[in-house]
């Protein structure tokens, strides 16, 4: 038997919570607080079977939707910070604090951000009959005929609807919002023609534009999106600087241990990393990979909640 030195005993005493904290690693729920298909699902069913054989314990998906993710989100929010429950977002989280009323959970409070994924622009698209073109094209139309151009949008409340109030406030015209419960039934409509335009994620409107049965006319990055590139910014459209994206993110309920949010985090970070899933994110949907940690997260989603706020309290958007 090998003789015990005070320095094994001092490694093995070092080694043990280790090894007793990987072996006791939870059941891990991923709750996305939509519906199956959306684009925050897409990512998190792409990431679970990696992300499961990383951490060495079952990872299971539950879609929870209902009022704009609040449900969800609230469900992680008021679970214990035990390392089990994680929470996908997308940008709406931001805007909920102010279009939804009495949340129960505090946005910056009650949940500790884990990883900033990424970010991708909005797209203002129209059916190839429209004869909008250009941004420019939509603006003349609508200055022409106030309260007549109207665009549908995921949801009353939504990013792209408070960034097109934004956009309509610094244009000076006035646009018909037509909300939709979600981008399928609003593309449906938009591909067939019942609204002028349609804001949406490079996520939900790449796939159309690339069958061309909708027409790109602007997007909102501060850059052209790779995949889009004979697509204008707004900002190279007469408004420099306008921006407005979709993105994504990780949080967990507040006072999740940090070891835990560090690994939970870093091997996220190297399943969002395989070729397959970064190829599919970034050249399929044209996400900018952020991969950054809690601060970074912490800092973009105060940001959003300060430019998304103000625009919803200036023109009284509620959410649905």
């Given amino acids: 038997m090998q003789a015990l030195t005070r320095r094994s005993l001092v490694l093995g005493a070092m080694a043990a919570p ?34 499961q054989r990383r951490l060495g314990t079952t990872v299971i998906i539950e879609n929870r939707p209902g009022a704009s993710g609040s449900i969800g989100t609230a469900s992680v929010a008021k679970s214990p910070p035990d390392g089990s429950s994680w929470l996908f977002v997308f940008d709406n989280h931001a805007a909920n604090p102010f279009v939804l009323g009495n949340l129960p959970f505090d946005t910056e409070k009650d949940l500790d951000p884990v990883l900033f994924i990424g ?64 981008g399928g039934p609003a593309m449906n409509d938009a591909i067939a023609g019942h609204v002028d335009l349609l804001v949406g994620s490079t996520a939900l409107v790449i796939p159309q534009i690339q069958a061309n049965t909708i027409r790109g006319v602007a997007q909102t990055g501060k850059a052209r999106s790779a995949a889009l590139g004979t697509i204008p910014t707004v900002s190279e459209s007469g408004f420099p600087d306008f921006e407005a994206y979709a993105w994504w993110g990780v949080f967990a309920p507040a006072g999740t241990p940090g070891e835990m949010v560090a690994r939970f985090s870093a091997e996220l970070t190297a399943t969002l990393r395989e070729p397959r899933i970064a190829t599919q994110l970034t050249e399929g949907q044209q996400v900018t990979m952020a991969l950054s940690g809690p601060q970074e997260l912490r800092s973009f989603l105060a940001g959003q909640m300060k430019t998304w706020g103000a625009v919803a309290r200036e023109f009284d958007i509620k959410g649905e």
Avoid: C
């Fill in 119 to 182: 970010t991708a622009p909005y797209v203002l698209a129209t059916n190839p009959s429209k004869p909008f073109k250009s941004l420019a094209d939509v603006l003349a139309a609508a200055r022409a005929k106030p309260d007549t151009v109207s665009y549908g949008s995921v949801g009353s409340g939504s990013v792209g609807h408070l960034a097109m109030s934004l956009l309509s406030k610094q244009a000076g015209v006035r646009l018909v919002h037509v909300p939709y419960r979600g």
């Fill in 18 to 51: 280790v090894a007793a904290y990987a072996q006791a690693w939870p059941t891990v729920r991923l709750v996305v607080p939509y519906p199956p298909a959306g684009s925050t699902d897409v990512i998190a069913r792409m990431v679970q079977p990696e992300l």
